[in-house]
């Protein structure tokens, strides 16, 4: 991480033990450090042991990570930043609409088979990332279930955790997988307006209203290697990966200076003397400005 990054993430973390009234062991290790090593992990795809010795044990490493994510600490660190992007694009600190979609990922051999299925539309062995981001792109939130689980059945579990952790959300589009008796029931139970988006019958690739913006969300994180294939035993850590690539990608967008493109640029100057141009067979002369 660099220092503004850093900045960002250290006031979000729990206070250490040792300063707390109960009393503690001092930390041995930095955590900045610790942070360094997980988002290594989550980048290149590597293994626990594989950790190189420049960063803490990797017993450490993993400690923390499994202990921040039950605690929830990575989660609200996710949705500070979260809001934080949208403050400074200009939104409204929490969006009222969101996108959702899936994604189905194979596994490795090392996942059990009680966590994982098979889906038979996509052909895979896996597991299945339910996403739901706003209309930046930026995820709110992410579950993973067994592939074998149909959209429709994870929808209700996952709006359900949806509405309760960002109850100012009213309107979700989502794909033709989540229509039908699920329209009725988000705006009966949860009164959630749930739209589809119906793919045109047309052949090659076609640009969706409403839906690329979760599919453009999928690419980014499948820009981090460790989310690439499935390695994990448990999905809850599936899904402490998914968070880490969604933080470093908040991290490093706060951070980023305003692109040189957003600033305005002067006006072109105007030729000297009249432009000729030859159409055959026609010649167009433009008078000078």
């Known amino acids: 991480m660099t220092d503004p990054e850093w900045s960002l993430i250290e006031p979000l ?18 955590r900045r450090a610790v942070i360094d090593a997980i988002r290594y992990v989550n980048r290149t795809g590597c293994q626990w042991r594989a950790v190189p010795g420049d960063y803490p044990p990797w017993r450490t490493v993993y400690r923390w990570f499994q202990k921040w994510h039950a605690a929830g600490v990575t989660a609200r660190i996710c949705a500070e930043l979260h809001e934080q992007v949208r403050i400074r694009e200009g939104k409204n600190p929490r969006s009222v609409t969101v996108v959702v979609d899936s994604q189905t990922i194979k596994a490795d051999a090392t996942v059990p088979r009680s966590t994982s299925g098979y889906d038979a539309g ?3 062995t896996g597991r299945k990332r339910h996403l739901a981001v706003d209309t930046r792109g930026l995820p709110v939130m ?3 279930t067994p592939a074998s689980v149909h959209d429709a059945h994870a929808a209700r579990d996952f709006l359900f955790r949806l509405r309760l952790a960002h109850p100012e959300v009213t309107l979700v589009w989502a ?7 699920l329209v009725t029931w988000a705006k009966d139970r949860l009164h959630l ?9 047309t052949k090659g690739f076609v640009l969706l209203p409403k839906r690329w913006v979760v599919e453009r969300s999928i690419s980014w994180i499948m820009r981090a290697r460790r989310n690439c294939r499935d390695y994990e035993k448990l999905p809850q850590h599936a899904e402490a990966h998914l968070a880490w690539s969604v933080m470093t990608l908040m991290t490093r967008r706060l951070t980023k200076p305003v692109a040189a493109w957003r600033e305005p640029k002067p006006p072109p100057a105007a ?6 141009i030859r159409l ?3 010649t167009v002369r433009l008078a000078p400005l």
């Open 175 to 181: 794909d033709s997988a989540y229509g039908g008796e």
């Open 193 to 201: 307006t749930l739209k589809t988006v119906n793919r045109p019958k």
């Open 13 to 30: 973390l729990p206070p250490p033990a040792c300063t707390l009234p109960t009393g503690g062991r001092p930390e041995k290790y930095e």
């Open 142 to 144: 992410m579950m993973v």
């Open 271 to 276: 030729p000297a003397a009249a432009m000729r």
């Open 280 to 282: 055959y067979p026609w």
């Open 122 to 124: 996509k052909k895979a």
